[in-house]
Antibody, heavy 116, light 113 residues
């Protein structure tokens, strides 16, 4: 079964850091572009970042550029999102998804709450 | 950035009737070299992650019922549900993947009348 499982979310104070992980299974992870998408409470979807197969290409939304870093470990079949200098407006469910164009596989998401 | 605008914001349709959701992009998402529209549609039910319904503007995703149809080209696109079923209650999003950043429409909430 093709599956993505996120972890690492939680409550963090403004200015803090958090690292999200996404474990993949059921497909050839090393052949796939991967993406992060977030959804603030009661709001729509916002694309955050994506990364190509060998980490040579990474792209970010302006809202997270310079604060978030996407990475992957193909040996561990995992995708990561390092989030620094967190702000209240980063509060959201964070989804990892497979794809560079259309996103055809999504995880269940992990919740990040930035609050004092 | 390419701005995606959906209409309407919400929609109530009777069971068995047709539902139509529109999506407009602020610039063309048609790539002339391959004649493909870089546009997808997603369905999100409450408490669930989004599900890919349509990609390349008109190709159904895996296992998507044929009552879902995507159409349009350039800057104007439509998602049509030919005969609304109870399980189609959801929020629907369009997304362009022509440019970076990828951008989504604001979503259209579909309910049963």
């Amino acid at each position: 079964e093709v599956q993505l499982v996120e972890s690492g979310g939680g409550l963090v104070q403004p200015g803090g850091s958090l690292r999200l992980s996404c474990a993949a299974s059921g497909f050839t992870f090393s052949n796939s572009w991967m993406s992060w998408v977030r959804q603030a409470p009661g709001q729509g979807l916002e694309w955050v970042a994506n990364i190509n197969q060998d980490e040579s290409d990474k792209y970010y939304a302006d809202s997270v550029k310079g604060r978030f870093t996407v990475s992957r470990d193909n040996a561990k079949i995992s995708l990561y999102l390092q989030m620094n200098s967190l702000r209240a407006e980063d509060t959201a469910v964070y989804y990892c998804a497979r794809g560079h164009y259309a996103l055809d596989v999504w995880g269940q998401g992990t919740t990040v709450t930035v609050s004092s | 950035d390419i701005v995606m605008t959906q209409s309407p914001d919400s929609l109530a349709v009777s069971l068995g009737e047709r539902a139509t959701i529109n999506c407009r992009s602020s610039q063309s998402v048609l790539y002339s070299s391959n004649n493909k529209n870089y546009l997808g549609w997603y369905q999100q039910k409450p408490g669930q992650p989004p599900k890919l319904l349509i990609y390349w503007a008109s190709t159904r995703g895996s296992g998507v019922p044929d009552r879902f149809t995507g159409s349009g080209s350039g800057t104007d696109f439509t998602l049509t549900i030919s005969s609304l079923q109870p399980e189609d209650v959801a929020v629907y999003y369009c997304q362009q993947y022509y440019g970076t950043p990828r951008t989504f429409g604001q979503g259209t909430k579909l309910e049963i009348k």
